[in-house]
């Protein structure tokens, strides 16, 4: 279950001030809020390296959060952004190296969870589950990963995504259905 | 987790029940934590970064304004030395003369002198014409002083307009003055007083020309009398000779005949 925010919003004005300043303090504060959802993101995006990349991440946040403006769901999805942005270069990298399998063993996993209970989904190993997702548009994907990881709103991914709310709405809607489509098949 | 079936817009919640049970074993897979140093040192690097930033504005507006300090003295001291590049020197000495500072910044040796040949109504033809430094390094043997005005006639000079002050920088270079219209650098006298002060060819007949409309408009006066003497004593048919066969006439008559007169008739021996 993701983690809720550590920081509330009442005092996230003052940790925003103090990250900006360079407060190691604060800055393990919002890495301990903030990294494994990034580092659960990134896993989920096939991207090598996942733990440099958060590394990364942090660093760009650090680099542009005197820009920042906002409370501390925006500051969240406002990293996810910049995570994002590693997501989406990377699907463009491999579709320009369409030689290059994305995952070879998330696809050379067969796909039979036919009448697979709940428990035994919990069960199942982290590039069974990603299999599936795989199994789905980048964008119905992306969507469910975001949504599995922490608990965001239609709204607040619409925000990380940059798509309107109906949008991610539907993307939610057409990946739960492709999911259980997946789940209940023979 | 949030309500799945609500969030997620499923209808039928019963057969949501799997999709919520994947979602569920999905984010505890996915949800990790980095191992703890490489979380310090992600932590480090950020918080670095970012002081970093935070102080960088600052140091940044101090280091130009120490940029531009230095940038601003040391043109300026390389300027009074007469040392920046052609053009910028130039531009400098123009400003400096136009503003009220007591400042001397000196225009570059060669190309101010052909600039100045290009802008003013009568060039300045002596400060580089073949002679002017010789002549000027003699007066000023023989006066003891530097700087000074001088009439020259070397042999090799093409007119007898020869009229003009000099003086020395620091340096050693001299600067022929003329008119009160400024310092022209003619020639360092301590390494080429034998040298000839030749202007660039594309200098040439536009020379020529400068030099014969002086002499028609305003040199008659001053040369007259002893180019006059000479002329008579040789005989000559030259110009000069014309000029003292046509003595006693009015001026206009005298610049007529000048305009009609080859190039030739000027030539520095009949002349001189």
Not at chain 1, 158 to 166: A, L, V
Not at chain 2, 149 to 175: F, K, M, Q
Not at chain 2, 228 to 255: K, L, Y
Request: aromatic fraction near 6%; hydrophobic fraction near 35%; glycine fraction near 8%.
């Amino acid at each position: 279950m993701p983690p809720t925010p550590t920081i509330p919003d009442r005092d996230f004005a003052a940790h925003l001030r103090a990250a900006k300043a360079g407060n190691e303090t604060i800055w393990r504060a919002l890495y301990d809020w903030l990294a494994p959802q990034l580092l659960g993101f990134v896993r989920a995006s096939h991207l090598s390296d996942p733990e440099d990349v958060v590394g990364d991440v942090f660093l760009e946040v650090a680099r542009r959060i005197d820009d920042f403006k906002g409370d501390a769901r925006g500051f969240r999805a406002w990293v996810f952004t910049i995570a994002r942005a590693r997501r989406v270069d990377e699907i463009r990298r491999r579709l320009r190296r369409t030689e290059e399998p994305l995952d070879t063993a998330v696809h050379d996993f067969a796909v039979d969870r036919a009448n697979v209970e709940h428990e035994a989904l919990a069960m199942v190993g982290l590039e069974e589950l990603l299999a599936l997702v795989d199994k789905l548009t980048d964008d119905q994907g992306e969507v469910i990963i975001l949504r599995a990881l922490g608990g965001w709103t239609a709204r607040e991914i619409g925000e990380i995504t940059c798509r309107s709310t109906g949008s991610v709405e539907q993307l939610q809607r057409r990946a739960v259905e492709a999911l259980r489509t997946l789940l209940d098949a023979p | 987790m949030a309500p799945l079936n609500d969030s997620l817009g499923m209808e039928r919640p019963g057969q949501s029940h799997e999709v919520s049970g994947f979602l569920t074993a999905l984010s505890d897979e996915l949800v990790l934590a980095p191992d703890e140093v490489t979380a310090s040192r992600h932590v480090a690097a950020a918080a670095a970064r970012a002081r970093a930033l935070a102080r960088g504005p600052r140091t940044m507006r101090w280091v130009a304004t120490a940029t531009a300090l230095v940038t601003v003295l040391g043109t300026g001291g390389v300027a009074l030395a007469g040392g920046l590049p052609d053009p910028i020197q130039t531009a400098v000495a123009d400003v400096a003369r136009v503003l009220p500072l007591p400042i001397d910044i000196p225009y570059p040796h060669a190309s101010r002198l052909w600039s100045a040949q290009e802008s003013v109504d009568k060039p300045e033809i002596d400060t580089w014409s073949r002679g002017t430094a010789i002549d000027a390094l003699a007066a000023e043997t023989q006066s003891g002083e530097k700087g000074g005005w001088i009439e020259a006639r070397p042999a090799e000079y093409r007119t007898s307009r020869t009229v003009r002050s000099w003086d020395r920088d620091h340096t050693g270079h001299l600067w022929c003055l003329s008119d009160g219209e400024g310092r022209h650098a003619a020639e360092d006298l301590n390494s080429t007083c034998d040298n000839e002060f030749v202007a660039p060819p594309r200098f040439d007949q536009k020379v020529d020309e400068q030099i014969d409309n002086i002499d028609r408009e305003d040199g008659r006066d001053d040369e007259e009398p002893r180019q006059g003497g000479e002329s008579d004593g040789d005989g000559s048919g030259s110009v000069d000779h014309d000029d003292a066969d046509n003595r006693g006439q009015d001026d206009s008559d005298r610049r007529e005949e000048r305009h009609d007169g080859s190039p030739d008739d000027f030539s520095s021996t009949e002349r001189l």
